[in-house]
DNA sequence: TCAATAATAGTAATTGTTACTATTATTATA
DNA sequence: TATAATAATAGTAACAATTACTATTATTGA
């Protein structure tokens, strides 16, 4: 295990993500901290979101092509939207994942631990049409 | 639409991803036409598989990191091995695909359509020890 | 057969991400 | 509290997967 060592930095970029209800990537936590944060590397980001899911404190989910965080670490299903790319959680009964796991494995020659549950759409900020001020 | 003419590239993308069980990259494709086709160019490979997706002939499936791309193209789950990074299909009942579909709808205030299940193991192949000659 | 033009090979450009390096910040100890 | 060891940073370069560009080649309808 690699020594760890505490930084405003991380400490930042944790509580950023604990506090956004969607699943930001890399860049978007970047921008969302550039204000309070102005020397703020985009390098930093990447390798500090690299320690949270190492030590278990946030899990990556593939998005359409970006890497999407997650705070939230037990696995469950997520929605991306088409229209503006944003990943939010979707809360179906929490046993679906491991009964979907235990159902395939039967059809499988070989192991199955992981189970990717990804839908995508149109999420509700997207469907409603703009505001016309 | 764009107008397509016919090419020997083409088909021969086409007929070599019919012809495999695993679903492989552009340039595991790539690699795998080289020895037949010596001038083949991996712009034409993508540029190709782009064009089979648009016409209905094949479908990407997002892999771990890499775009993977497979003939049959109705939707059904898939396995990626952790090992050999190879993706396999997973014949589950064929209705769980809809039926996921409808059971997430009322979870997500918004539209949903879409839905990949990627399971992620370890293939039959890494499973077995390495043969000692 | 041939002219119009889509497709190609080869290369350059983009994008998301990781690696490298000199400098700065953290922390355990004196 | 001061200090020495060293992890973390900012900034930049490198990287890998993919897309775009361009001069040349192949396909196809007349």
Redesign the interface.
């Known amino acids: 295990m690699k020594p760890v060592r505490r930084s405003q930095q991380r400490d930042a970029i944790h509580k950023e993500l604990q506090m956004r209800r969607d699943h930001p990537t890399a860049d978007e936590l970047y921008f969302a901290l550039k204000d309070h944060w102005p020397a703020l590397s985009l390098g930093t980001v990447y390798r500090n979101l690299g320690q949270l899911c190492e030590a278990g404190l946030a899990q990556r989910v593939?998005g359409?092509?970006v890497e999407h965080f997650d705070a939230t670490v037990h696995p469950h299903?997520h929605?991306v939207?088409?229209c503006c790319g944003r990943m939010?959680d979707?809360?179906?009964p929490s046993e679906l994942h491991t009964e979907?796991?235990k159902?395939?494995e039967p059809?499988?020659?070989?192991?199955?631990?992981?189970?990717?549950?990804?839908?995508?759409?149109?999420?509700?900020a997207?469907?409603k049409p703009a505001a016309t001020p």
């Open positions: 593939p359409n092509g299903p929605v939207c088409h939010f979707l809360h179906l979907l796991l159902q395939a059809f499988f020659e070989g192991k199955l631990d992981e189970l990717l549950l990804r839908y995508g759409g149109i999420c509700a997207c469907a």
